[in-house]
């Protein structure tokens, strides 16, 4: 078989194998129960739990941020990581061939880069800064208000991707290498791990930690609810940043 009915074949097969999955879908959301009706599973004593309790067991005034980072973190670990493994996946798809040389690489990527316009770039010079420290309230406060890793890590990438378009590939790279994201994205994936690891075993134990309850209009409190919204914004905000540049160019600058 030559390549191209190989390739044909391949194109038929996976077009197939879509639509069977997409009906399979769709068969089974037949079979789901009404919204709002009485039997419905979701409509049970654990919402109101997580609303009631949440905030005087986690100390996070968030009720969302007590059930994602307090009763169900480590689905919110398993979260990251996917975000962290379509991230190498994208490296994996995306990568620059070996065989290009530097010189082809520079000339493509120039098509992208920003022309040297004072408007656009005294603008973003105040654009970019308020943005980060939007993105930082944001993580801070995700136990005190709505926000948290998540927001606040699309917020902070926004805001290096903005920098990006506005001073050019070049500037952006001389801090955010591939060896910064591939170190930072690891300590904060391994941190959350080990703390909620930390946490889960001391309350199977019945063992006291030394977490407390969240204050109002006090950022250093809840525990480690704080520094999980910060390990998710950095991985939020590292990937995102990643993937771009990875579409765009095809690599990291070493």
Do not use: Q, W
Not at 6 to 27: E, H, K, P, Q, S
Not at 67 to 72: A, G, S
Not at 120 to 140: E, Q
Not at 209 to 224: D, M, N
Request: aromatic residues 12%; neutral net charge.
């Amino acid at each position: 078989m030559n390549k191209e009915r190989r390739d044909r074949l391949y194109a038929i097969l996976c077009t197939l194998l879509t639509i069977v999955f997409i009906g399979v879908m769709l068969f089974m959301a037949t079979d789901l129960p009404h919204l709002g009706l009485a039997t419905n599973p979701d409509i049970n004593e654990v919402p109101e739990f997580y609303v009631e309790e949440g905030p005087v067991e986690t100390g996070a005034l968030n009720a969302v941020t007590a059930m994602i980072l307090h009763y169900r973190a480590f689905d919110t670990l398993g979260e990251s990581c996917v975000l962290f493994v379509a991230a190498v996946s994208v490296f994996i798809l995306l990568r620059i061939d070996g065989t290009a040389s530097n010189d082809t690489i520079v000339a493509i990527d120039r098509r992208y880069e920003p022309v040297n316009d004072p408007i656009l770039s005294k603008t973003f010079l105040i654009l970019v800064p308020a943005v980060f420290m939007f993105g930082i309230y944001i993580t801070m406060n995700g136990h005190l208000s709505p926000g948290g890793g998540f927001s606040g890590g699309a917020i902070l990438a926004a805001g290096l991707l903005l920098y990006l378009n506005a001073y050019g590939l070049a500037n952006t790279e001389r801090f955010m290498t591939s060896k910064l994201y591939r170190r930072v994205t690891a300590l904060a994936l391994c941190f959350y791990a080990a703390a909620k690891g930390y946490t889960f075993y001391m309350g199977a134990n019945g063992l006291e930690t030394f977490e407390e309850a969240g204050i109002p209009g006090r950022i250093l409190s809840a525990g480690l609810i704080l520094p999980l919204n910060i390990c998710v914004a950095i991985v939020v905000s590292m990937t995102i940043y990643s993937m771009y540049i990875m579409i765009r160019k095809g690599g990291f600058n070493k």
